[in-house]
Antibody, heavy 121, light 107 residues
């Protein structure tokens, strides 16, 4: 079954850029059936959608993060990436990558295990 | 943005109980609604999509219903492995939004 794996620095300094990559274990990243998204969860809190990228490369973002976030797709490397600039302590969270599946409406059917990113000097 | 509100935020129940969680959207989402289960330290797991369609492998004690703005997740007979936090999520439009979660605890 498809697996997603997040990677990137676990500690980021305030005002710097958080960068994460999600590796996709098969060729489904090239399919028009799926979108690819990032969701985060601050410690002890609920889930927050950050944004999603389509196979075409076009992307959608949460309004409050739009000025700081970029999600991109690299089908040749079978991965997609998250960049969040000018981070603060409020960006400390477990970051999940996930697949939106048109076969299930657009529900997130496959999730990565998540990676905790801490913003601290 | 569509706001998703779950009720209750937490509940205590016993094994064998019937449990119902409500999810209300700030506007109609046309059954474009999913339910997830999350256990501590784990990623969320998709239970239901299109409000009532069950993901493969999900026990039949889980069911979903609703329409328009109001949806419910029902666990017909709570099992020990069902103690977790449950989230609804709309994918009717962008931005995607989640409910705040309902924590199901052991009574």
């Amino acid at each position: 079954q498809l697996q997603l794996q997040e990677s990137g620095p676990r500690l980021v300094k305030p005002s710097e850029t958080l960068s994460l990559t999600c590796a996709v274990s098969d060729d489904s990243i090239r399919s028009t059936t799926y979108y690819w998204g990032w969701i985060r969860q601050p410690p002890g809190k609920g889930l927050e959608w950050i944004g999603s990228v389509y196979h075409s490369g076009s992307s959608y973002y949460k309004s409050s993060l739009k000025n700081r976030v970029t999600i991109s797709l690299d089908t040749s490397k079978k991965q997609f990436s998250l960049s969040l600039t000018y981070v603060t302590a409020a960006d400390t969270a477990v970051y999940y990558c996930a697949r939106e599946n048109h076969k299930f409406g657009d529900a997130f059917d496959i999730w990565g295990q998540g990676t905790l990113v801490t913003v601290s000097s | 943005d569509i706001q998703m509100t779950q009720a209750p935020s937490s509940l205590s129940a016993s094994v064998g109980d019937r449990v119902t969680i409500i999810c209300r959207a700030s506007q109609a989402v046309s059954n474009s609604l999913a339910w997830y289960q999350q256990k501590p330290g784990k990623a969320p797991k998709l239970l239901l999509y299109e409000a009532s369609r069950m993901e493969s492998g999900v026990p039949s004690r889980f069911s979903g219903s609703g329409s328009g703005t109001d949806y419910t997740l029902t666990i017909s007979s709570l099992q020990p492995e069902d103690f977790a936090t449950y989230y609804c999520q709309q994918y009717y439009n962008m931005p995607r939004t989640f409910g705040q979660g309902t924590k199901v605890e052991i009574k």
